[in-house]
């Protein structure tokens, strides 16, 4: 046999969890096909990986991804990371089936939010169904394999745009049968998001019908639960209480708990999760490793669109204007929810501010204490803020460093990166946040490597075999004979971070080589101009 690449003498953690062991890998045609001693064996190419790790390519278990595709097709910053395949379509939201009142109730926001206003007139609708989505990525190419959660939020949005309240049992049916339809055409699973328009209008019951269609597709009911904040336990509850009565497996997406005053409080949501799964519930954890930031945005995203998307000299003006004030605080009062998700007065406004141009505060100083200490309400100091800054006032949920130790180091819990590949830099406008080029690094430099949170082949096995095998990804996740040849091979003392708030786009160190299906995709740390990428179907 000839192999159209053998990598040579490198420390191989395959994938499973077992001890590094120094081999050869054997690819030909897409695939792994032997591992041993190949010195004697033909190839048409070395790569001698002595002192350095080859592992899996590694799996991206909760990706956004699907929203950024049609115009970031390559993903060079998931490349870049050593992520070969992305589970995306979480947390209620995917870019599929289509409908027009899918796109006016939900697609251009999210789309707006992500990659810029006016991100969903640059693509081409050309397509309905889910399998016609996943068609038409394919014939575009992609860089990573891509694996499809359908999105509640998606379902809803095409039956009953975003009209609140329940749905009626014709729109339930409506809803059963685009997810199965979906289902068919290969997705893996169903999620929701709990916490956002207009999935959050569903009850327990409805989500529980929809969860039930899932049936014998052996899909995975993945959600952002309803709270992560005052309520977690009530939301994580729910989560449970929608697989129990489903019967279906369930995933608790990038389980935190936000706001100084809940600190401590995952303890008591994961003795809940294990009590579940002695009860022979079986449910799983994604996780997102970052602190002390979370989800990086703009202060002025607590004001409605038609504010907060004009250029920053205009919203200021806008801002200041005559009984502006007094119309957020009526309009909070109202029920109004913003883009960080903050409600009146029941939200303990708990945001550090990161960034504050012009503005000289405490670091990491928290708008709630800020506004305590100075005896305003915090709708008015973070105006007051706006009008002073000079430019976007960066600001961040608090995640506790305890807490992320907690949910890291439990053995259900595998890594995701909540955010979408990107090609290039977005627009000035946007709040991109280091983990687009920098999670998984992160994970194997700092908790692994210096912390020591787990061994290294146990940390491969939560980013590869693991997440292959919750999501049912067959021929993925481990570097053995017949499994597809996604490769990432890195230095394991030089491999971390490098992206900042300040540098959001700066490439992580110490990933050498990272193939997707047999074709490279990155040489020493340089993204190629290649999308080797699948459509992985649920097997």
């Known amino acids: 046999m000839t192999f159209d690449l053998v990598i040579e003498g490198g420390t191989v953690v395959d994938g499973t969890g077992a001890p590094a062991r120094v ?245 008591s949501t994961i003795a809940a999760v294990e009590r579940a799964r002695d009860e022979g519930l079986d449910v799983a954890i994604d996780f997102l490793h970052f602190h002390p930031f979370y989800h990086p945005h703009r202060l002025d995203e607590l004001f409605p669109p038609e504010v907060s998307e004009l250029p920053f000299e205009r919203m200021q003006r806008a801002v200041a204007a005559a009984g502006f004030r007094e119309r957020m605080h009526a309009a909070f009062r109202d029920g109004w929810v913003s883009h960080l998700e903050l409600t009146y007065p029941g939200a303990d406004w708990d945001y550090n501010i990161l960034d504050a141009p012009g503005l000289d505060l405490p670091e990491h100083a928290s708008l709630a204490e800020m506004a305590d200490a100075k005896g305003v309400h915090p709708l008015d100091l973070a105006i007051d803020l706006v009008l002073a800054a000079r430019g976007p006032i960066i600001v961040s949920r608090v995640i506790a460093a305890e807490d992320v130790d907690l949910v890291l180091r439990h053995p259900l819990t595998m890594m995701g990166t909540d955010t979408y590949a990107i090609d290039g830099r977005l627009g000035p406008s946007m709040a991109l946040h280091p983990r687009n080029h920098g ?75 990272v193939l997707v299906n047999g074709v490279e995709v990155v040489r020493d740390g340089v993204a190629q101009a290649a999308r080797p990428g699948r459509i992985v179907r649920r097997a």
Not at 145 to 162: D, E, H, I, P, Y
Not at 260 to 265: A, L, Y
Not at 448 to 473: C, N
């Open 23 to 267: 081999a050869d890998v054997g690819l030909a045609a897409g695939r792994v096909a032997a591992l041993g001693d190949l010195a004697s064996a033909l190839r048409r190419e070395t790569f001698r990986a002595a002192g350095l790790v080859v592992a899996p390519g590694f799996i991206d278990c909760h990706s956004h991804s699907d929203v950024s595709c049609l115009l970031n097709p390559q993903g060079t910053s998931s490349l870049l990371q050593g992520i070969t395949t992305e589970v995306v379509g979480n947390c209620g939201y995917s870019l599929a089936p289509f409908s027009a009142s899918a796109r006016a109730a939900l697609f251009d926001r999210f789309l707006d939010r992500c990659l810029g206003v006016g991100s969903g007139d640059r693509i081409d609708w050309d397509y309905r169904t889910f399998g016609e989505f996943m068609a038409t990525i394919e014939r575009r190419g992609t860089g990573t394999n891509k694996a499809f959660l359908v999105g509640q939020g998606t379902l809803r949005a095409c039956v009953m745009g975003s009209r609140p309240g329940p749905a009626t049992p014709d729109e339930r049916a409506a809803m059963r049968r685009l997810l199965v339809e979906a289902l068919e055409a290969g997705a893996v699973g169903l999620s929701t998001g709990r916490e956002y328009r207009p999935g959050c209008y569903a009850d327990t019951d409805e989500v529980v019908d929809l969860a039930r269609a899932l049936g014998d597709h052996g899909g995975l009911y993945v959600s952002h639960i309803r709270n992560e904040s005052d309520e977690v336990e009530a939301a994580v509850h729910e989560l449970l209480e929608i697989g129990r009565r489903s019967g279906q497996r369930v995933q608790l997406s990038h389980h935190n708990v936000v706001g100084r005053r809940n600190r401590g409080r995952l303890r």
């Open 439 to 513: 999670a998984f690094p992160r994970f194997l430099g700092r908790y692994v490597r210096e912390q020591g949170v787990m061994s290294l082949p146990e940390a491969i096995r939560r980013l590869t075999s693991y997440p292959a095998e919750r999501f049912r990804l067959s021929g993925r996740g481990r570097l053995a004979p017949g499994y597809a040849a996604d490769v990432v091979v890195f230095d394991p003392d030089r491999i971390a971070d490098r992206a900042t708030l300040a540098d959001p786009y700066a490439a992580p160190e110490g990933i050498v080589r």
